[in-house]
């Protein structure tokens, strides 16, 4: 009981509530009745402690179980949270802001060069008398100026009672005009919300945001990003855009926008079933495990609230995270949730590419080429170039090279002559550039190959790119290359085993033994498991 005592007191006097509900609810199990009591009353006492943003199904699933009070509010205007990772303090801090007229701005001791913050929110405001008083106590040691877009957030909301910060986390060095200036640490402050405040949207610097990021919200000015928090007003219209952006082939730009809205409360459980489906589909595409992990797992529960397209599309993605972790059992459960032949033909296209997937991970060549022949047959005109440059990498894996050629050609021809959503159209034309360029490799035309793939490598590490990369490493055997982008971008996942395969097929024997490795390849030859690898 000393134990568990100590720990609560050790992380709540270290600013994480979060790990102190943890620590509490796992010790729920104990074996001493003096320490399940302790843990009980941790977590009634915890309940209004915890903030908004920190606040998930999981802690209300336990509290519900306990019978506990739901949570008092807990947020109020003028408040908002910034990250903090300094040393082995990583928490996050509440500031508070009053608004007053006359007088002076008012800041914590040492604290005076935010004073910034405040006269960009005047600016914004167009309120010039307004005065501010902030109360905050971080770390020492901090230097403080990256809670300057929080301040000024802050100061907007104790000033305009609507600007509702409750979900919201925020970083960056705020000028007197109001831009957001660049700051350090945002991996590391977006492992702190996904831990403390996993229902957070993370305004960041627009400079500093991370690539393919998920749940951040990159912003230049202080204004944008008052803008950006406007449109939660409005819950219809920001999936109206959020699907829109998808429906171009935009979809990290609508995973960009989907992922602050996971935090409103107002979507229903389909919609917020359909904004997961986006943000696993951008995962799915940026091979970024830790969000996969996520998005998958809740939108797994929210299954039953969706039909027909929406149906199918998320089961579609789900068995795609499947895949890309080498779990074809669990692609297979996923993807019996809804038999193929219980699906309107329309929609059937959804599942058809997983299932061809699933089909090429068990070297189950034919039947993958079978499933990619029923989806070309059924795909509306928009969607036929994408049909048939994945039938032509169907059509490569049981050596039908000049077929497969074919194909990706005709692709090409397609999407370059017929009108298409101009996202779509740009994405979907490297991707057939690629198939292009296996196909060509595959017939042994290599400098025609080489010359498709000058299309799609200017950024490189971007998909297509990698592999439009890894691909010229194996035509041109440039193994140093294949190693740079091995320890580059080859670090978990099906990244990793890309990368793997194009080492080992130049002649890597330690990629190969790592490769054969994974369970799925055991007892295989090299070649064959690279055939068998998706993508």
């Excluded at 007191?9 to 796992?26: F, K």
């Excluded at 074996?31 to 903030?51: E, G, K, T």
């Excluded at 010359?451 to 193994?479: K, M, N, Y």
């Excluded at 890597?508 to 007892?523: K, S």
Aim: hydrophobic residues 45%; charged residues 25%; proline residues 4%.
């Amino acid at each position: 009981m000393t134990t568990l005592s100590l720990g609560l007191t050790r992380l709540l006097a270290s600013g994480r509530p979060d790990r102190a509900w943890d620590l509490a609810e796992g010790a729920l199990g104990d074996a001493d009745f003096r320490v399940r009591v302790l843990a009980h009353r941790a977590l009634a006492d915890l309940i209004s402690i915890l903030p908004p943003v920190g606040w998930t199904d999981r802690h209300r699933a336990v509290a519900e179980r306990l019978k506990l009070s739901s949570p008092r509010a807990s947020w109020s205007p003028g408040e908002a949270l910034f990250p903090v990772v300094h040393g082995a303090a990583s928490r996050l801090v509440k500031v508070t802001v009053r608004a007053r007229f006359g007088g002076e701005d008012q800041l914590p001791a040492e604290r005076e060069h935010l004073a910034a913050s405040f006269a960009a929110a005047r600016r914004v405001l167009n309120e010039p008398d307004l005065r501010f008083e902030a109360n905050f106590a971080p770390s020492e040691g901090w230097d403080g100026a990256s809670a300057g877009l929080a301040l000024a957030l802050a100061a907007v909301s104790a000033a305009r009672a609507g600007v509702d910060l409750s979900l919201v986390v925020a970083t960056g060095e705020v000028n007197a005009a109001g831009d957001v200036l660049n700051v350090g640490q945002i991996a590391e402050k977006q492992r702190l919300c996904r831990e403390a405040a996993p229902r957070a949207t993370l305004l960041t610097p627009t400079g500093e945001a991370l690539a393919l990021a998920l749940g951040v919200l990159p912003v230049n000015t202080l204004a944008e990003a008052l803008e950006q928090l406007g449109r939660w007003q409005d819950p219809e219209e920001a999936l109206r855009r959020v699907l829109a952006l998808e429906r171009d082939g935009r979809w990290k730009e609508a995973a960009q926008r989907a992922g602050p809205l996971l935090a409103d409360p107002r979507y229903s459980a389909y919609q917020l079933a359909s904004l997961l489906t986006v943000c696993l589909a951008a995962a799915n595409h940026s091979a970024d495990v830790a969000n996969q992990a996520t998005f998958a797992s809740t939108l797994v529960d929210l299954l039953d609230e969706l039909d027909g397209s929406a149906l199918a599309q998320a089961i579609g993605h789900l068995a795609v995270r499947a895949i890309d972790t080498f779990n074809p059992e669990r692609a297979d459960e996923v993807l019996a949730f809804v038999p193929l032949h219980s699906v309107k033909a329309r929609h059937r296209v959804f599942l058809l590419g997983p299932a061809a997937l699933l089909n090429t991970l068990r070297g189950e060549h034919v039947e993958a080429l079978g499933r990619r022949e029923q989806a070309l047959k059924i795909a509306p005109a928009d969607e036929r170039p994408r049909a048939l440059g994945d039938l032509a990498d169907a059509l490569m894996r049981v050596d039908r090279g000049e077929e497969a050629l074919a194909c990706a050609q005709e692709a090409l021809r397609l999407v370059e002559t017929t009108a298409h959503r101009q996202g779509y159209q740009v994405r979907t034309t490297s991707f057939l550039r690629l198939h292009l360029a296996r196909a060509l490799g595959r017939v042994g035309r290599r400098d025609e190959a080489l010359a498709a793939l000058a299309h799609i490598r200017q950024r490189s590490g971007d998909d297509p790119a990698l592999r439009a990369e890894l691909l010229h490493a194996e035509l041109t055997g440039d193994l140093p290359a294949a190693q740079s982008l091995h320890q580059t971008f080859g670090s978990t996942g099906i990244v990793r085993a890309l990368t793997l395969r194009t080492l080992a097929r130049l002649g890597d024997a330690e990629a190969a033994r790592a490769l054969l490795a994974l369970p799925v390849f055991g007892g295989l030859t090299v070649e064959e498991a690279a055939r068998r690898l998706p993508y």
